[in-house]
């Protein structure tokens, strides 16, 4: 669908704390991150009923400012927008909708310029991170998890991330989307899960055996595209050498193409408190609906 708004670059930041995120998260563009990517998307706002709707907002992830294989060059969008970067570095965008007719839709524009690296680059570990600590569906302080990573590193001979990523990769059958995360234990008991499944318990696993890890959300791509909303993904990083290492367990693809892998989201339980547990996107109005196209 097209628009006819004009696209501006709005990047707004509303507090101290996101400027100083700015600058931590967004240095100047390295020689490392040489891939140049575009990524464009939009979000079609509805009202679906017959009142005016005078004003509401809607909350969305954009891309991490910058991970081991990716840092953010430039967003433009059609709509102008607030940013806010919460502790783990995500980046918030606030979009204020008014004066939405009965049964009308609004259309928003963006385009994400990207630089990608065909390999992981140093980044420091943030200070009093989570990334060791037991966590909502990454249940890593469980008895039952602890003893089975315990066991499964002691009977082999390979390093830590190599041994869990294959017993993870091959030993969990897929069952397709899941609507409701179920988390590390699930994946465990039940050997079965979807990508988040698959994330979520290589990273308890890693972080029982006292290695930093993390879920990220986000899409996987070796192109240019516009996103498709059913490609969202979710996979695992853990930290080594200073380097955040991709871990995509369900793809069984192991610090490989890792300048495909485009992440919107740190997972956590430390949520936004605007967007709560979602994986993309909230919106404060019940009368209204957001898609992303």
Same mark, same amino acid.
């Given at each position: &669908?097209?628009?006819?708004? %004009?696209?501006i670059?709005?990047i707004i =930041?509303?507090?101290?704390?996101a400027a100083a995120?700015?600058a931590?998260? &967004?240095?100047?563009?390295?020689?490392?991150y040489?891939?140049n990517?575009?990524? %464009?998307?939009?979000?079609?706002?509805q009202?679906?009923?017959?009142?005016f709707? %005078?004003?509401?907002?809607?909350w969305?992830y954009?891309p991490? =400012?910058?991970t081991?294989?990716?840092l953010v060059d430039t967003?433009?969008?059609?709509h102008p927008?607030?940013?806010?970067?919460?502790t783990l570095?995500?980046?918030?965008?606030?979009f204020?909708?008014?004066?939405l007719?009965?049964?009308?839709?609004?259309?928003?524009?963006?385009?994400?310029?990207?630089k &990608?690296? +065909?390999?992981a680059?140093k980044?420091?570990l =943030?200070?009093n991170?989570k990334?060791?600590?037991?966590?909502k569906n990454i249940e890593?302080d469980?008895?039952?998890? $602890?003893?089975?990573s315990?066991?499964l590193i002691?009977e082999?001979?390979?390093?830590k991330?190599?041994?869990?990523?294959n017993?993870?990769?091959t030993n969990i059958?897929?069952?397709?989307?899941i609507k409701?995360d179920?988390?590390a234990l699930?994946a465990?008991n039940?050997?079965s899960?979807d990508c988040?499944?698959y994330?979520?318990?290589?990273t308890?696993?890693?972080?029982?055996?006292q &290695?930093?890890s993390?879920?990220m959300?986000?899409y996987?791509y070796?192109? +240019?595209k $516009?996103?498709?909303p059913?490609?969202?993904?979710?996979?695992?990083?853990?930290?080594?050498?200073g380097?955040w290492?991709?871990?995509d367990?369900?793809?069984? %693809?192991?610090n490989?193409?890792v +300048?495909?892998?485009?992440?919107?989201?740190i997972?956590?339980d430390? @949520?936004?408190?605007?967007?709560?547990? @979602?994986h993309?996107?909230?919106?404060?109005?019940k009368d209204?609906v957001v898609?992303l196209?």
């Amino acid at each position: &669908m097209k628009t006819k708004n %004009k696209i501006i670059a709005v990047i707004i =930041p509303v507090s101290l704390l996101a400027a100083a995120a700015v600058a931590y998260y &967004m240095p100047n563009v390295t020689p490392e991150y040489l891939i140049n990517r575009t990524i %464009k998307y939009q979000y079609q706002i509805q009202n679906k009923t017959n009142k005016f709707i %005078k004003q509401s907002e809607f909350w969305a992830y954009a891309p991490v =400012p910058k991970t081991s294989n990716q840092l953010v060059d430039t967003i433009d969008s059609s709509h102008p927008y607030k940013s806010e970067y919460d502790t783990l570095g995500n980046h918030i965008q606030t979009f204020e909708i008014k004066d939405l007719a009965p049964y009308a839709t609004k259309i928003i524009t963006l385009t994400i310029n990207l630089k &990608m690296s +065909d390999k992981a680059n140093k980044l420091p570990l =943030p200070k009093n991170s989570k990334y060791l600590l037991t966590e909502k569906n990454i249940e890593s302080d469980n008895k039952k998890l $602890r003893l089975f990573s315990s066991n499964l590193i002691n009977e082999s001979s390979k390093n830590k991330p190599d041994t869990l990523f294959n017993w993870v990769s091959t030993n969990i059958k897929y069952e397709g989307y899941i609507k409701d995360d179920r988390g590390a234990l699930y994946a465990l008991n039940k050997r079965s899960g979807d990508c988040t499944e698959y994330s979520y318990l290589f990273t308890a696993l890693s972080r029982s055996q006292q &290695m930093p890890s993390r879920v990220m959300g986000g899409y996987v791509y070796k192109e +240019d595209k $516009r996103l498709k909303p059913e490609d969202f993904h979710n996979w695992s990083e853990y930290y080594q050498n200073g380097k955040w290492i991709i871990a995509d367990t369900q793809n069984k %693809k192991h610090n490989t193409n890792v +300048d495909s892998y485009i992440a919107f989201r740190i997972v956590s339980d430390d @949520s936004n408190k605007k967007l709560g547990n @979602s994986h993309r996107f909230a919106f404060s109005n019940k009368d209204i609906v957001v898609l992303l196209q």
